[in-house]
T-cell receptor, first 116, second 111 residues
Framework: EPEVTQTPSHQVTQMGQEVILRCVPI?????FYWYRQILGQKVEFLVS????????KSEIFDDQFSVERPDGSNFTLKIRSTKLEDSAMYFC??????????????FGPGTRLTVL | QKEVEQNSGPLSVPEGAIASLNCTYS??????FFWYRQYSGKSPELIMF????GDKEDGRFTAQLNKASQYVSLLIRDSQPSDSATYLC???????????FGKGTKLSVKP
């Protein structure tokens, strides 16, 4: 069964460093998302991406964040200068046709980011 | 600010009982609603979605939606210890379907 994959599973970095989190969405999906979940808190939407551009972003997704689809398979989230409060689990998700808002989003296993 | 509220629990039920999980949402214009299950340290996994007022059944799970009351619920019949997890209620919030999640209700099913 097709699945969303994410690498690495755990990333440890020093405050101020740049990190890139990688995702491979399901191959025929067109809509891609990043969410984060701080330990013990709710899952929060960061950004949605369609047709090689950002569709929507939350207020969390400030200038420190960027997303890219560098090739036909990968979808990346970059955090330019990490802060302690960026420590969280980051989930990538994809859906076949997100514009209906009725379409299931499939979540990847997540990358746990720890900022020291 | 669109909000989704859930009782954080924990909700403890004996094996074989019915577990009832509730959720309210703030945006009256919301149209699609989702229940995800999340095991500790894992990613959310979709259990059910519902768009229309009323009940929707899938196996041991029944989702109920009342748009007038802005209320969504999930019933789990014949609860099993393997159902022990956190259940997340989510509402589609934007034009691209981004999800707004509640904090989740932790369910514990005791053998």
């Amino acid at each position: 069964e097709p699945e969303v994959t994410q690498t690495p599973s755990h990333q440890v970095t020093q405050m101020g460093q740049e990190v890139i989190l990688r995702c491979v969405p399901i191959s025929n999906h067109l809509y891609f998302y990043w969410y984060r979940q701080i330990l013990g808190q709710k899952v929060e939407f960061l950004v949605s991406f369609y047709n090689n551009e950002i569709s929507e972003k939350s207020e969390i997704f400030d200038d420190q964040f960027s997303v890219e689809r560098p090739d036909g398979s990968n979808f990346t989230l970059k955090i330019r200068s990490t802060k302690l409060e960026d420590s969280a689990m980051y989930f990538c998700a994809s859906s076949e046709a997100g514009d209906s808002s009725f379409d299931e989003q499939f979540f990847g296993p997540g990358t746990r980011l720890t900022v020291l | 600010q669109k909000e989704v509220e859930q009782n954080s629990g924990p909700l403890s039920v004996p094996e074989g009982a019915i577990a009832s999980l509730n959720c309210t949402y703030s945006d009256r214009g919301s149209q699609s609603f989702f229940w995800y299950r999340q095991y500790s340290g894992k990613s959310p996994e979709l259990i059910m979605f519902i768009y229309s007022n009323g009940d929707k059944e899938d196996g041991r799970f029944t989702a109920q939606l009342n748009k007038a009351s802005q209320y969504v619920s999930l019933l789990i019949r014949d609860s099993q210890p393997s159902d022990s997890a956190t259940y997340l209620c989510a509402v589609a919030g934007g034009s691209q379907g981004n999800l707004i999640f509640g904090k989740g209700t932790k369910l514990s099913v005791k053998p």
